[in-house]
C-alpha cells in the first residue's frame, strides 16, 4: 500500500553529504538512534507538561522533520560505513516505537480531549502503532524481510501527528474532529498490521 515510506531513498541522497561529514567525525549510528529517542522523549515530557500552551506545538512538525532526518542518518551510517551491528538492531526497532508514545501520547492531554474518548482513541493509536512496528520486525523471524507496508507507516503517523500539532498551535483545531481524525487512524493501522502480516508470510512461503 502506499505510504509516504516510498519517499525515503530520494531522501537519503539528499542527507548522504551530511552521512559523509559525520562519519568523518567519528559520529555513530547507536549515537544517533539514542540522540533522536532521547530528544523525543524530552519534547514528549515538556509538552506534556504544558499541553495547554499551543505555540510548543510548533516544534512537534519541525522535530518531526528533524527526526525522519536523524533516523535516515542512523540507518546510513550503519549500512555504508560497515556499523551494523545486533545491539544497533535493537536500539533502532525500541527506540522508534518508545520516541512514537512520547511524542502523541500529549496529544490525548489538549484542552477538550483529556478525559473523553478522544483520549482513549490517542492511546489506542499508540498501542496500534507499537504493534505495527512488532508485525514489520517479526517479518525477520519468518524468513521475510523486515516489512514497512502501509497505508499507515511510521512515516506518514509522524505526518498526520505533525500537521495535527500545527493545526493545535495555530488555533485551527477542534476537539471533535481531533477524535474522529484518530478513529481513522487506528482502522488505517489494522489495516496496516494485516498487510505486514500477509506480505511477511507471503514472502517467507514465496522464499
Partial sequence: MPSIYQLKPAFQNLLRPLVRQLHRVGVTANQVTLAAAGLSVLLGLVLAGNAAQRSLFLLVP??????????AIDGMLAREFGQQS????????????VADAALYLPFALLPGVAGSWGAAAVVIVVV????SEMAGALGLMVGARRRYDGPMGKSDRAFIFGLLALLYALGW???GWQAALMALVAALLVWTIVNRVRQGLAESSAG
Fill in 62 to 71: 519541525l522535530w518531526m522533520f528533524l527526526r525522519m532526518a536523524l533516523n
Fill in 86 to 97: 545486533r545491539l544497533g538492531a535493537y536500539l533502532n526497532e525500541l527506540s522508534d516505537v
Fill in 128 to 131: 496500534l502503532g507499537i504493534v
Fill in 173 to 175: 483545531w477542534q476537539p
